[in-house]
């Protein structure tokens, strides 16, 4: 992907080193067997009730001063500077996307940290992967977990980590959109299974980060493979995936994001689609 390496963005806050991070001092990120089960990207569930009658295509903006960059090679604060465009980019195609039909869009924050850190809903720490939080609006990341995306997931490439970025602001734009209060009436067994609303909820997400990725097609700043890193991501990430590589057994039953050929195709159909309309799960007979 290519992108602005002097990036800086006032919507990223970096709190590593601030001390959260030392109930995980020596302990190896690629031993976190949590992780490796409940990777999700995001711990909160949220039931969406959506009249998506609103969206149309996104046309996409003027085209950033951009360099080739490997970010996972690179070192230094590389990767805070292409996490920062990331997310910048990411919700100024949202900001432009909800302008289209008269809605204003609120800017989500995005923290870094190591380790451990408290956030609007309750502690979190690196064995949960990043997540989203509703109650304060920020997406965690914890940049570790990208070599665990890579060496044990078989995730890699920017596009692959940048897929992430834009999978949580995508539950940042659910939020937007007024449905965080339809999950507290929502049971539990709705929620659950390969068709519960928490499957519906993610794959959402993932449809709405490929309606990003279509926009940086339109813009011209991907770099030849970076659509299959992120539909890799996609796929590595599936519930059955997951369960296949840490306990063996695929449990359908379990699911609350979505199996990989669910979640790379939903992937897909925002970046064929590029409207809300055409990630509307919770009108799909079948997933």
């Given at each position: 992907?290519?992108w602005?390496?002097d990036?800086?963005?006032s919507?990223?806050?970096?709190e590593?080193?601030?001390?959260?991070?030392?109930?995980?001092?020596?302990?190896?990120?690629?031993?976190l067997?949590?992780?490796l089960?409940r990777?999700?990207f995001?711990?909160?569930?949220i039931?969406?009730v959506?009249?998506?009658?609103?969206?149309?295509?996104?046309?996409?903006?003027?085209?950033?001063?951009v360099?080739?960059?490997?970010v996972?090679?690179?070192?230094?604060?590389?990767?805070?500077h292409?996490?920062?465009?990331?997310?910048?980019?990411?919700?100024?195609?949202?900001?432009?996307?909800?302008a289209?039909?008269?809605?204003?869009?609120r800017?989500?924050?995005l923290?870094?940290?190591?380790?451990?850190?408290?956030?609007?809903?309750?502690?979190?720490?690196?064995a949960t992967?990043?997540?989203?939080c509703?109650?304060?609006?920020?997406?965690?990341?914890?940049?570790?977990?990208?070599?665990?995306?890579?060496?044990r997931?078989?995730?890699k490439?920017?596009?692959?980590?940048?897929?992430?970025?834009?999978?949580?602001i995508?539950?940042?734009?659910q939020?937007?959109?007024?449905?965080?209060?339809?999950?507290?009436?929502?049971?539990?067994?709705?929620q659950?299974g390969?068709t519960?609303l928490?499957?519906?909820?993610?794959?959402q997400a993932?449809?709405?980060?490929?309606i990003?990725?279509?926009?940086?097609s339109?813009?011209?700043?991907?770099?030849?493979g970076?659509?299959?890193?992120?539909?890799?991501a996609?796929?590595?990430?599936g519930d059955d995936?997951?369960?296949?590589?840490?306990?063996?057994?695929v449990?359908?039953e379990?699911?609350?994001?979505g199996?990989?050929?669910?979640?790379?195709?939903w992937?897909?159909?925002?970046?064929?689609?590029?409207?809300?309309?055409?990630c509307d799960?919770?009108?799909?007979?079948?997933?």
């Amino acid at each position: 992907m290519r992108w602005d390496q002097d990036h800086e963005s006032s919507d990223l806050i970096d709190e590593r080193g601030e001390g959260g991070g030392s109930r995980m001092e020596g302990a190896s990120i690629l031993g976190l067997l949590p992780l490796l089960l409940r990777f999700r990207f995001g711990w909160v569930i949220i039931v969406i009730v959506l009249g998506l009658g609103f969206a149309r295509n996104f046309l996409g903006g003027a085209t950033p001063h951009v360099a080739d960059t490997s970010v996972s090679a690179s070192g230094g604060d590389q990767p805070r500077h292409f996490v920062a465009f990331v997310l910048d980019d990411t919700q100024n195609t949202w900001r432009a996307l909800f302008a289209q039909s008269g809605q204003p869009y609120r800017n989500a924050k995005l923290v870094l940290f190591s380790g451990s850190t408290d956030t609007g809903c309750g502690f979190g720490d690196a064995a949960t992967g990043p997540f989203y939080c509703p109650n304060d609006e920020r997406v965690y990341i914890d940049l570790a977990f990208y070599k665990e995306l890579a060496q044990r997931f078989g995730a890699k490439g920017d596009f692959a980590e940048a897929y992430v970025i834009a999978h949580e602001i995508g539950h940042h734009v659910q939020k937007l959109l007024g449905i965080s209060e339809q999950m507290e009436r929502a049971g539990k067994s709705a929620q659950l299974g390969p068709t519960g609303l928490s499957v519906r909820l993610e794959l959402q997400a993932d449809c709405f980060a490929g309606i990003w990725a279509k926009s940086t097609s339109n813009r011209q700043i991907l770099d030849p493979g970076d659509i299959d890193e992120a539909l890799g991501a996609a796929s590595a990430v599936g519930d059955d995936h997951i369960e296949r590589q840490t306990t063996g057994t695929v449990r359908p039953e379990t699911w609350t994001h979505g199996s990989s050929a669910q979640r790379s195709a939903w992937f897909k159909r925002g970046l064929d689609s590029g409207t809300l309309a055409g990630c509307d799960t919770f009108k799909a007979g079948t997933l």
